[in-house]
């Protein structure tokens, strides 16, 4: 299977505790994207990297998560002392976008989700 | 007010019926994406369009940036169809902005 895996696949952890969340992407692709998704809602954007410079977070993104993409290929989130709020489907996505003749199909490939419950 | 809205949010047709669901947002975008989500979560792109329409088996869509409308159509519907059906939008950079998406069930 050559798309997008994500790791978990599910989480439940305890209010307080620190998960991490891991994203492989395609193997070719130089954007990777993390969403988030809550239950009967839309996704919403939480951060993206081109390659392994983090180019954009949302203001959804609080110090609490980070996220990381440190050789440009697979990506790690982490949440931090975990509140209820949190429990959610946490999607990670990748698309490839080239710069030459400022081409892009950026057609974005999602993953399965990690679907994290705080209790 | 969301940026992108759809319309139904839920929608239950019976096999065979031309369905309609509905996009209208907001803010200036470079590029409106029709995904399609299953139930355990996993998403699907059907279509980016910036302009006219794109047309893929039986699913066709739509989007007249004037009026910052875009339309997913499916003919012949089937019971596999019924899914969520998530419009978004590409506004700055790659940020998607999703609407809340619509349900659709398919009955024999």
């Known amino acids: 299977d050559t798309g997008v895996s994500q790791n978990p696949r599910h989480k439940i952890t305890k209010r307080g505790q620190n998960v991490t969340f891991r994203c492989d992407p395609i193997s070719e692709h130089n954007r990777l994207y993390w969403y988030r998704q809550t239950l009967g809602q839309g996704p919403e954007f939480l951060t993206y990297f081109q390659n392994e410079a983090q180019l954009e977070k949302s203001r959804l993104l609080s110090d609490r998560f980070s996220a990381e993409r440190p050789k440009g290929s697979f990506s790690t989130l982490e949440i931090q002392r975990t509140e209820q709020g949190d429990s959610a489907m946490y999607l990670c996505?990748?698309?490839?976008?080239?710069?030459?003749?400022?081409?892009?199909?950026?057609?974005?490939?999602f993953g399965p989700g990690t679907r994290l419950t705080v209790l | 007010k969301n940026e992108v809205e759809q319309s139904p949010q839920n929608l239950t047709a019976q096999e065979g019926e031309f369905i309609t669901i509905n996009c209208s947002y907001s803010v200036g975008i470079s590029a409106l994406h029709w995904l399609q989500q299953h139930p355990g979560g996993g998403i699907v792109s059907l279509f980016m369009?910036?302009?006219g329409k794109k047309k893929h088996g039986r699913l066709i869509a739509t989007i007249n940036i004037q009026e910052k409308h875009s339309s997913l159509h499916i003919t012949a519907s089937h019971p596999r169809d019924s899914a969520v059906y998530i419009c978004?939008?590409?506004?700055?950079?790659?940020?998607?902005?999703f609407g809340e998406g619509t349900q659709l069930t398919v009955n024999p």
């Open positions: 978004a939008v590409r506004t700055s950079g790659s940020r998607l902005t």
């Open positions: 369009l910036s302009s």
């Open positions: 996505a990748s698309s490839l976008v080239w710069t030459s003749g400022g081409g892009s199909t950026d057609t974005q490939y």
